[in-house]
Structure formats: structure tokens, C-alpha cells
């Protein structure tokens, strides 16, 4: 196994395991404002964050990540019972 030397392997070998587990899954779709890998990446990161409310977090992933998302919608995908399954 190959060693991560930065911040952005190391966190592509921990998740590693989730992605392919996604490959297989069947209740995947596609959703242009938050595909289900960057939704499966923001549920652990939020897991593992210090942030203390959501809103925070989202703020601070709109800083490290490619995109932001919008508080209300990441908030209306913990809801869905097909985000769930995943």
C-alpha cells in the first residue's frame, strides 16, 4: 500500500473502502448539486470534525473543498431515506 505524504492522500486512503463500497451499491443516482460520493465524504468529515453546528462545518468545506453547498439542501439530504441506504 502506498504511503500518503499529504493531507488530500491520506484522506482518499482512509475512505478508500467507502468509495469502492459506493461502486457496488445499488441506490445510487445522480444529483447535480451533491453527488453521493462528496455527500458519503461530508458525512465523515462532519463525524470526525470539532465544528459545533452544522452551518459552521459547511462554511469551513466551502473553504477546503472544490465546492459549497447550500446549508438548507445538505440539511434536507440527511433526511432522505435513499441518502440513508447508502
Known amino acids: 500500500m502506498q504511503q500518503p505524504n499529504d493531507y488530500k492522500s491520506l484522506t482518499e486512503c ?3 473502502p467507502a468509495r469502492e463500497s459506493l461502486s457496488h451499491c ?4 445522480e444529483c447535480p448539486e451533491l453527488d453521493d460520493w462528496q455527500w458519503i465524504r461530508m458525512g465523515v468529515n462532519r463525524s470526525i470534525n470539532d ?3 452544522g452551518r459552521s462545518f459547511l462554511q469551513d468545506w466551502a473553504m477546503l473543498d472544490e465546492s459549497s453547498i447550500g446549508v438548507g439542501h445538505f440539511f434536507e439530504t440527511l433526511k432522505s431515506s435513499r441518502r440513508l441506504q447508502l
Open 14 to 16: 482512509f475512505l478508500a
Open 26 to 29: 445499488s441506490h445510487t443516482r
Open 51 to 53: 465544528e459545533r453546528s
